[in-house]
């Protein structure tokens, strides 16, 4: 059984590899390749899943292998509850956007071999447990994004993937001075690049100076962390590299960055900076409360303002990572599920929503909700498209968090979580909530009610391969916004190890 | 008395097989009757020649330090793990230019002769245990380069590069020599070993005047490596040489001056801590301002070869950090740099040589659809400009995390803050060209010809090692490890 995350990690570029060796003009051959390989691995995630011991906070299914020992640095794979539920989501979506990537053209075999690549580079960064190895994955996962964005995306392409690629790389180069300080505070010792090793607040009493003044250690490599994940979540103010990057994504692409890149994210503040800066953190805690409440009503606001409505999306994903970092700014037991909860949830139901952007565009080929010279862009789709609109309004309650769809359950736990500590943020972020769901309605109500649009006549509803990938997310909106407790009951320990952790501090 | 000169021998072979190379070089070259069909046996020779002065560096690897020739020269695993770098990057510049119609089809052999003599100085700067022979590699090196770079004799930019380089080169090999010349004042010496034992004693206004030698003495070196702010020829020389000539000083020379720079600094400034203070502080702003002006600089060029200039001048910032910190870790993290940053380097030149070959400039407009004209050349590339912007998987990346180690190491957090920043600079104009290569669609149909199956089996050789070393690099660092080993 422990060579089952080798699996999940290689299957992919054993898939890329099928990939790139199959010729060029085969192209469904090549989409049943990289079909066959992502239906394998999600599988194996599944299996995975049936096999996870829930009972216990420590790492499962652990390969160790020693890399270059002369730096002690391994080939250090493990996963806990929460990197289980990012496992599985993981598998999910790219097998999704395998089955929505069938209508791309330009390039396919290049296309699906850098999807691959991409979803293998996720797996890594999420089961590192050897610093080295999860930097090289998190840097190493910017290569196929940049060119998946660059080649495959809509006009302003270039722009975009360059400030994605440049964004993202600015927060990880502070994130590796942090890592060989680390390397270095723990004396060049066998765990220097173990994560785990790191993690109890060992470093409390260091100081560093820099430009002559000197510092906490704690606090400083705290900060330098937080950049490096902040501008993956993105927190405001760092998140102004999101819209551009999932307006020119082509729709798969912008499923994944919105469904598991921006997790990495959060899962780098809980695995990382808050376990092993902990003082750090509970004392940052409020900043950090503040940064995700202004992302939370900065998000929701610029949401509506948007004419674009995948730009509206994209800005929505920022209002709700805010609620992820409010949630993890509580640090109790309700706050914390409810982020993890929230990053598995939003997850499923933001995939859902470009999706289904990415349908709609496939057919009008623009995605202005009003068009730049005032016109509507849609209007009265309801009455043409049926199977598409009852989709659409399960996508979109659940994103707004409608009690019974699982962006309730998840919110609502972060909720409980922050109240006591950050009652007026809480007060606030409620509010956060109400513009969320006033954009996502109006924007609904724009394009889905009043007369039809004459342009829309022609549109045709949704096929069955776009109804078969659509499927598994419906079922896992509402199976999970009834009884979370699945997804609840496997993180329920490790999240109650962090929890017990960060009150010492 | 001459037995014992004879005995030292022994360990000078590389040195002689250069010697001899060049020599017979310079007599093939002219008792051949028709060069022009000649030349790439000419070539082939130089490069056998090569292989050989090569396979007695690895041998001489795992050998004890050694001073010979009366102290003049020092064989010591660390110059040997230079001279191996320098005889790679001359081997793969003269196969370059083979190809390269830079150099004029008359002029290769000429190529393949200067270059074995450039590196002969490069091999003496890196050994050289004393002033004399530290100035006589320097000069060696030198001269040969200015003849080099103005190889393109009837286009005017090649010509200026060569008076350029000639006229900054002469000025700072004089400020070097005067500087040397008071060193010799101030300690009574010009053995390495006996000026230092004079160090400690120093007080008052000898130790000015030696603080102040060095400074001097140092403008040398650091216009051979293109310091701030003695870069300024770099760029224009660059640009100006043909290609061969530019992939080779990006490497010969700069490796040399590496190392010359390494020697002194480990010999004279790690023992007196007045000494140690002042140097520490004077290479660490010189370092962030070297990378940072080449970083900076580099962003607005449009021709490839000025952009690899800049970016030669920021890494070389970069790489300088290895020597402030004065220890064993920093040397072997500047050699695998040093190693990594080869074969980065010839890969960028090669390339861009085959394209400015086809298009006549080396604008990054010749870049423009890569992806579509030639898509190994492209990938390859591409994996070269992340490589050097220091992305993992690449072996760049390994190369600025051993830098950035070392400086933390030292706690040295503020020069760490600066690197980080250059390094996220230098990413943007890798990126730009990256971009341009793969996301541009190509104007017109044009294939890229010529680039037959020899020149791919060669570009994909030498892009082995640079992935290799960034996912494998164990077995190279301690190989740099190893060769860290002095003598004082």
């Known amino acids: ?505 | 008395m001459i037995q014992q000169l004879f005995g030292y021998l022994g360990y000078y072979i590389p040195e002689i097989v250069c010697v001899v190379l060049m020599t017979s070089l310079l007599v093939a070259e002219s008792t051949v009757k028709d060069e022009h069909a000649n030349r790439g046996k000419i070539i082939g020779f130089a490069l056998a020649g090569l292989t050989i002065c090569l396979g007695f560096l690895f041998a001489n690897l795992g050998e004890e330090p050694k001073i010979i020739f009366h102290n003049a020269i020092t064989i010591d695993p660390f110059s040997t793990l230079i001279k191996i770098i320098m005889v790679m990057g001359t081997m793969g510049a003269i196969f370059l230019s083979y190809s390269s119609k830079d150099i004029y089809s008359n002029l290769k052999s000429e190529f393949a002769i200067m270059a074995v003599g450039v590196l002969i100085g490069g091999m003496l700067l890196a050994s050289s245990n004393n002033m004399l022979t530290l100035y006589l590699g320097i000069e060696t090196l030198s001269i040969l380069s200015y003849v080099m770079s103005s190889f393109k004799r009837d286009e005017s930019t090649s010509t200026e590069a060569g008076l350029k380089y000639a006229l900054y080169g002469g000025l700072s090999a004089g400020v070097a020599l005067f500087g040397m010349s008071h060193l010799y004042g101030a300690l009574g010496s010009i053995q390495f070993g006996e000026m230092i034992t004079k160090l400690p004693g120093l007080e008052g206004l000898n130790l000015a005047v030696v603080l102040i030698s060095f400074v001097l003495f140092f403008v040398g070196i650091g216009y051979k490596i293109s310091l701030f702010p003695f870069h300024m020829w770099t760029p224009d020389v660059y640009q100006g040489s043909p290609i061969p000539v530019t992939a080779f000083f990006a490497i010969v020379p700069k490796m040399a001056g590496l190392a010359a720079l390494i020697r002194i600094s480990m010999i004279f400034f790690s023992e007196v801590k007045i000494l140690t203070v002042s140097w520490v502080g004077l290479m660490l702003a010189i370092s962030a301002l070297t990378m940072t002006v080449g970083n900076v600089t580099a962003i607005g060029q449009t021709s490839v070869k000025r952009l690899l200039a800049f970016s030669s001048i920021g890494h070389v910032g970069l790489m300088i950090l290895g020597v402030v910190v004065l220890n064993d870790v920093g040397i072997r993290a500047i050699l695998f740099y040093g190693i990594a940053y080869m074969f980065m380097t010839l890969i960028a030149f090669y390339v861009t040589s085959h394209l400015s070959d086809m298009y006549g400039n080396d604008s990054s407009e010749v870049f423009k659809g890569l992806i579509y004209k030639h898509p190994l050349m492209a990938i390859i590339m591409a994996g070269v400009l992340f490589s050097l912007a220091g992305m993992p998987p690449f072996s760049g990346f390994v190369a600025k995390f051993n830098i950035f180690s070392v400086i933390i190491e030292k706690k040295m957090y503020g020069i760490a803050i600066v690197a980080a920043i250059n390094s996220v600079i230098a990413l943007y104009y890798y990126v730009k060209l990256a971009k341009t290569m793969i996301f541009s669609q190509a104007d017109g149909e044009v294939k890229v010809s010529g680039f037959t199956g020899g020149h791919q089996a060669v570009i994909v050789a030498m892009f082995i090692p640079v992935l290799l070393l960034g996912i494998f690099w164990e077995k190279v660092m301690i190989l740099s490890g190893n060769a860290t080993i002095f003598i004082k």
């Not at chain 1, 791309?104 to 797996?123: D, E, G, R, W």
């Open chain 1, 1 to 505: 059984m422990n060579g089952i995350l080798n699996w999940i990690l290689w299957l992919p570029i054993i898939g890329m590899v099928g990939v790139i060796l199959t010729p060029k003009a085969k192209e469904n051959v090549i989409r049943l390749v990289t079909l066959v390989t992502t239906s394998i691995t999600l599988l194996l995630s599944v299996l995975l899943y049936l096999k996870f011991d829930t009972s216990t906070p420590d790492m499962q299914f652990v390969v160790k292998v020693p890399w270059i020992a002369q730096f002690h640095i391994n080939y250090f794979l493990g996963i806990d509850g929460i990197t289980m539920l990012m496992t599985f989501l993981n598998a999910l979506l790219f097998f999704i956007c395998t089955l929505s990537s069938w209508t791309i053209h330009k390039n396919v075999k290049a296309y699906f071999a850098l999807l691959l690549m991409l979803q293998s580079t996720v797996f890594g960064v999420f089961f590192s447990l050897d610093f080295f190895l999860f930097y090289v994955y998190w840097e190493v996962m910017l290569l196929p994004m940049f060119f998946l964005i660059g080649i495959w995306g809509g006009e302003n392409r270039e722009y975009a993937a360059i400030k994605f690629f440049l964004y993202t790389f600015f927060g990880s180069i502070f994130m590796l001075v942090g890592i060989i300080a680390l390397y270095y505070a723990t004396g060049k010792g066998p765990d220097s690049f173990n994560i785990l090793a790191h993690q109890g607040g060992k470093f409390v009493n260091e100081t560093v100076s820099i430009f002559g003044h000197t510092f906490s250690f704690e606090h400083i490599f705290f900060w330098f962390m937080f950049l490096g994940f902040a501008i993956k979540v993105p927190v405001f103010p760092f998140h102004t590299w999101l819209p551009h990057a999932h307006v020119q994504a082509p729709t798969a692409v912008s499923v994944i960055l919105a469904g598991v890149l921006l997790k990495m994210g959060t899962y780098g503040f809980l695995r990382i900076a808050f376990p092993i800066f902990p003082k750090a953190a509970v004392d940052s805690s409020t900043i950090i409360a503040i940064l995700g409440l202004i992302s939370v009503i900065y998000g929701a606001f610029c949401a509506m303002a948007q004419d674009d409505v995948k730009k509206l999306v994209a800005y929505s994903s920022v209002s709700h990572m805010g609620f992820v970092m409010l949630g993890l700014s509580a640090m109790t037991t309700q706050g914390v599920n409810g982020a993890v909860l929230q990053m598995f949830n939003h997850g499923t139901s933001t995939a859902m929503m470009f999706l289904l952007i990415g349908i709609l565009y496939e057919r009008s080929h623009h995605r202005w909700i009003v068009k730049p010279d005032g016109s509507k862009g849609y209007g009265g789709l309801s009455t043409k498209l049926p199977k598409y609109t009852t989709v659409f309004i399960i996508g979109m309650f659940a994103s707004l968090g409608l009690p019974g769809l699982s962006g309730f359950i998840s919110e609502a736990l972060i909720f409980l979580g922050i109240y006591q500590k950050f009652t007026t943020i809480t007060v606030i972020a409620v509010v956060g909530l109400l513009i969320g769901a006033a954009y996502l309605l109006w924007m609904f109500k724009r394009m889905f009610f009043g007369e039809v649009n004459p342009e829309t006549e022609d549109y045709e509803d949704m096929n069955a391969r776009e109804v078969f990938y659509m499927l598994p997310l419906c079922i896992c909106v509402i199976v999970f916004g009834i009884f979370p407790s699945p997804l609840l009951n496997v993180m329920k320990a490790s999240v109650g190890h962090l929890v017990e952790l960060m009150a010492k501090f």
